[in-house]
């Protein structure tokens, strides 16, 4: 089991910055991935970037040089910082991790509540 906590979220204008938080707890060692996905009313839910256990990044197309994806030496906690934001990136953003248990097998996702994220122009 992993618990997400979500923070950061919140209203800004268009060019401003924002920075994301998530923190894990629980079996965090089963972690495989973290990352952001945001979600729209109407649309489904689209990656915004993942890092891996081996430090390896995606990012979505549409925020590559825009957003940076970290995390914390103990790989718990990962942070989205978004820079020059745009009223495009408005959505619900949410927290997820992959985890895969050796132990127990399969492949199994969480996810965190989600965080308004909003640019106004």
């Known amino acids: 089991q992993v618990q997400l906590v979500e923070s950061g979220g919140g209203l800004v204008q268009a060019g401003g910055s924002l920075r994301l938080s998530c923190a894990a707890s629980g079996s965090i060692f089963s972690i495989n991935a973290m990352g952001w996905y945001r979600q729209v009313p109407g649309k489904q839910r689209e990656l915004v970037a993942t890092i891996t256990r081996q430090d390896s990044t995606i990012y979505a197309d549409s925020v590559k040089g825009r957003f940076t994806l970290s995390r914390d030496n103990a790989k718990s906690t990962v942070y989205l910082q978004m820079n020059s934001l745009r009223p495009e990136d408005t959505a619900v953003y949410f927290c997820?991790?992959?985890?895969?248990?050796?132990?127990?097998?399969?492949?199994?996702?969480?996810w965190g509540q989600g965080t308004q994220v909003t640019v106004s122009e």
């Open positions: 997820h991790c992959n985890t895969y248990p050796v132990r127990v097998g399969g492949s199994y996702d969480y």
